[in-house]
């Protein structure tokens, strides 16, 4: 079946540009998890959504981040004034659930390459 | 926070068998122990998931001993294609057993 799907590809932005990067999970996970990643880096947390609401924020930046996950399915992760610092691959993951336990395996898509000139 | 410890780097040759250890000493009660694969340009990808004693599929066992505080990854007989980052997470007690913090993961490089 279809896996998780991110899009675009790649960006390229100016510094102080707003963006917005777009995940489309596996049909019918509940769960959906966004990360960045840097060079050498493990993943990290950003935020994850329970459905439509957003569940635990606490991973988010600061408040340039923002992200929507309106019909609990597909979700934006929008960036406005990017920095230099925000360049990383944002990596977008779903789940059957979130519970913490055997069925919150998360099955992550390729990612957006972002980079801010 | 929970935490994971695991090493940076690891090297191995064709053929062998790779066991990966990863600590958590402050896994909670509930938490399953979870492995991912990494490739350059890829997401992460699943690999095994365990609670406790042996878990086996096609591509990987896990070990984890009674108390829970750690957990072996062992991949049978590696390939140059098994060269990746392999990351080990645990729940995250302050956030409901959520398995979602990475740490660096361990660089797993085959060699021929």
């Known amino acids: 079946g279809a896996g998780v799907s991110q899009t675009p590809s790649n960006k390229v932005t100016e510094k102080g540009k707003y963006v917005e990067l777009r995940c489309d999970p596996i049909?019918?996970?509940?769960?959906l998890y966004w990360y960045r990643q840097s060079l050498g880096q493990g993943p990290e947390f950003l935020i994850y959504?329970?459905?439509?609401?957003?569940?635990?924020d606490s991973g988010l930046p600061n408040d340039r981040f923002f992200a929507v996950r309106p019909e609990g399915s597909v979700s934006t992760l929008k960036i406005q004034r990017t920095e230099r610092g925000d360049s990383a691959v944002y990596l977008c993951?779903?789940?059957?659930?979130?519970?913490?336990?055997?069925?919150?395996?998360?099955?992550f898509g390729p990612g957006t390459r972002l980079t801010v000139l | 926070l929970a935490k994971t410890t695991q090493p940076i780097s690891m090297d191995s040759y064709e053929g062998q068998e790779v066991n990966i250890t990863c600590s958590h000493n402050?896994?909670?009660?509930?938490?399953?122990i979870t492995w991912y694969q990494q490739f350059p340009s890829q997401g992460p990808r699943f690999i095994i998931q365990?609670?406790?004693t042996k878990v086996t599929n096609e591509v990987a066992s896990l070990f984890i001993p009674a108390d829970r505080k750690s957990s072996t990854l062992s991949l049978p007989r590696v390939s140059l294609s098994d060269t990746a980052v392999y990351y080990c997470?645990?729940?995250?007690?302050?956030?409901?057993?959520?398995?979602?913090?990475f740490g660096p993961g361990t660089r797993l490089s085959v060699l021929p």
């Open positions: 993951a779903s789940s059957l659930t979130a519970s913490g336990g055997h069925t919150d395996t998360q099955y």
């Open positions: 049909s019918g996970h509940t769960a």
């Open positions: 959504f329970q459905g439509t609401g957003a569940a635990d």
């Open positions: 402050n896994i909670a009660t509930n938490d399953y």
């Open positions: 365990g609670y406790k």
């Open positions: 997470l645990v729940g995250d007690e302050e956030n409901y057993g959520q398995n979602f913090v």
